[in-house]
Antibody, heavy 123, light 107 residues
Framework: EVQLVESGGGLVKPGGSLRLSCAASGFTFSSYSMNWVRQAPGKGLEWVSSISSSGKYIYYTDSVKGRFTISRDNAKNSLYLQVNSLKAEDTAVYYC????????????????WGQGTLVTVSS | SYVLTQPPSVSVAPGKTARITCGGNKIGSKSVHWYQQKPGQAPVLAVYEDSDRPSGIPERFSGSSSGNTATLTISRVEAGDEADYYCQVWDSSSDYVFGTGTKVTVL
């Protein structure tokens, strides 16, 4: 059974930092692209960042470029998101999610999600 | 950037059919994926690549796409189908794009 378990969220002041983690199990982690998706309270889903299976290719949504850093450790079956210079608008539940698609598919989707970790940015 | 528009809410009686639309420019030329999110829970993939269902998703859930509109259809709606539903496409310039979300209420 695929399991994704996020941790590392919490209450942080504007300008602060956190490191979010996602522990994966039940599948060959090193074979999949992984993503972070967030959801502000009462709002919809917003893709944040993705990293290819090897870690070679990394992408971010514009609003977090230069502030967030995605990384992975395939030996530890773990995904990370370093979030710096946090703003009030970064307040959200952050989900890690697996992308099962292959490049030849010409599309991507997310077939497994963790339960999320809440990041609250407030003074 | 690519935009996906969904109706904020859809209401349906038990046993009837719910249709949730997702509008986007030439969305019929893209693969559309759908997620179900129940209150306080993580999203769950309901339909991928327009009309395929992951294991564990009932056959009552089906998808279609053409022109500028994709549709998720839930047949024989049950109380347990009450949730928020999001469409999603992958766009080369915007990566994963989610729709605005539709709250399905079972009357």
């Amino acid at each position: 059974e695929v399991q994704l378990v996020e941790s590392g969220g919490g209450l942080v002041k504007p300008g602060g930092s956190l490191r979010l983690s996602c522990a994966a199990s039940g599948f060959t982690f090193s074979s999949y692209s992984m993503n972070w998706v967030r959801q502000a309270p009462g709002k919809g889903l917003e893709w944040v960042s993705s990293i290819s299976s090897s870690g070679k290719y990394i992408y971010y949504t514009d609003s977090v470029k230069g502030r967030f850093t995605i990384s992975r450790d395939n030996a530890k079956n773990s995904l990370y998101l370093q979030v710096n210079s946090l703003k009030a608008e970064d307040t959200a539940v952050y989900y890690c999610a697996r992308d099962p698609s292959i490049a030849a598919a010409g599309t991507s989707w997310l077939d497994s999600w963790g339960q999320g970790t809440l990041v609250t940015v407030s003074s | 950037s690519y935009v996906l528009t969904q109706p904020p809410s859809v209401s349906v009686a038990p046993g009837k059919t719910a249709r949730i639309t997702c509008g986007g420019n030439k969305i019929g030329s893209k693969s559309v994926h759908w997620y179900q999110q129940k209150p306080g829970q993580a999203p769950v993939l309901a339909v991928y690549e327009d009309s395929d269902r992951p294991s564990g998703i009932p056959e009552r859930f089906s998808g279609s796409s053409s022109g500028n509109t994709a549709t998720l259809t839930i047949s024989r709606v049950e109380a347990g189908d009450e949730a928020d539903y999001y469409c999603q496409v992958w766009d080369s310039s915007s990566d994963y794009v989610f729709g605005t979300g539709t709250k399905v209420t079972v009357l």
